[in-house]
């Protein structure tokens, strides 16, 4: 055992050395060799300190399953902190472990220099560990069932945050001057706003003929606030600060849920850029390490395993790793046409990947740099359920490459935004469904409703589109309802 540990040292070494000489840059790395039940633990719960749930107990049982009956394998786990945690499965072959280090580093690169993990919490291990002792002085306190149950509530509700929160908008300073109206009623005033000099300015113009005019009739309801003023897309941070009937422990584990997922939402929004990068560089630096026949053999069964088309799925190692090949060819060796139409002089190649790796997501990846003779030799198509079958319905390059990016919109989850804090006058809330053809999967709503209701404490709304038709849904603590708008 103290044999394979200096091996695996040695390794890391070299592995390091190598990935520097690739100009890859990433923290400082600590690795650790794990027995698979903590592997799969930490796989479940997503970190390897966070509070508890049964629902990170279902999916530890789902996956050890799997492994125990050899259907699927987690080699690795790195966490994007500062310095960078790797956990390597116990029974890993030496070169398995070579291809798995080399791998996570890739990743470790991912994680330091994609614009989407810019303002991610390098300091989660130790911040969910602190949450985790908090909800636990909490179940102490207030009761296990209670602290679950409403867990339950917010985690049903955890996607629906603004991961773009940290995006301020600028505000202008603005000169205003009263005078009367238009319209002819003597009563009402209107503030002319001078703005800026801006290309809009025509527009600015418009908007002030609209207002100066009342048709002589003061319209008094244009002047109540909405609540909220805009549409809210972080539904949690609403429900946070609006929520009249929460305690504060109550709130704070909406804070801690919150938290932990914009914590989680670039890496899920770059699944196949961060996957296809850390595949692109294991296979650049197992090729540059030296390896006797038996483990050549044993690294390139491991790689076709990891590369390997699904039958029911895309898989992001390899759409991603081709598509990063396809852009370092492309910009290597540009055709004259390529030369001609975009001035790209040839020899860009590794320049533009790097390009690419700090400044796309998974969406404007596929949408900028999926082309026609990828998709052809992937064979990818669109597909769905007719009656009892599934049928190909579209080998349309282009409209396969724009049915991937819409899929990939807002994480997969349906865009979801508060209209109104105080519906009806009455305090309730209405939701609306941005939809853009797609339905929502109504017996899922109708079992989330009465977690919102909860948190929120009065009737809720929700207004979005079934069969074409606007349909709001509404739940107020004992029943559903449906109504045509």
Known sequence: MADDLILVEEAIEKIISK?????LDFYDMYFEICPADIIYTFGAYGMPTR?????????????????????SRIYEMVINSDPCYAFLLEGNSLVQNKMVIAH????????????????????MVESMSSSAERIRSYEFKYGRDQVESFLDSVISLQEHIDPNHYIKKEKKQVKTQKKNCSG???????????????????????????NESCSGKCKREQNVKKFPEKPEKD????LLHNAKELDDWQ?????????????FWPQMETKIMNEGWASYWHTRIMREIDLDEAEAIEYAKM???VLAHSRVSLNPYYLGLKIFEDIEKRWDSPGEEEKEKYGRPGGQGKQKIFEV?????????????????????LDLYLFRRIGYDWKITDKNWEDVRDGLVNNLTNCSFPYIVVEDGDYNKQGELYLKHCYEGVELDVYYMEKTFPHLFRIWGRPVHLETVLDNKAVLHSYNGDKHSRKYM
């Open 251 to 263: 709130r704070d584990i909406i804070s801690i849920i919150r938290d932990e997922m914009l914590y």
């Open 303 to 305: 790689n076709a395993g």
């Open 357 to 377: 790796r700090a400044t796309e997501n998974d969406q404007s990846f596929l949408r900028n740099y999926l082309t026609k003779e990828l998709v052809e030799e």
């Open 19 to 23: 990935a520097k000489e690739f100009k």
């Open 104 to 123: 996570v580093l890739g990743h470790c690169d991912f994680f330091k220099n994609n614009a989407r993990f810019k303002h991610t919490s390098r300091y």
């Open 51 to 71: 509070f508890s749930h049964w629902t990170f107990g279902k999916a530890y049982h789902k996956m050890k399953t799997q492994y125990d009956y050899n259907l």
């Open 184 to 210: 002819g009623c003597g009563k009402c005033v209107i503030k002319e706003m001078q703005q800026k000099d801006s290309p809009y300015d025509d527009l600015w113009s418009l908007e002030k003929n609209d």
């Open 235 to 238: 539904m949690l941070l609403f």
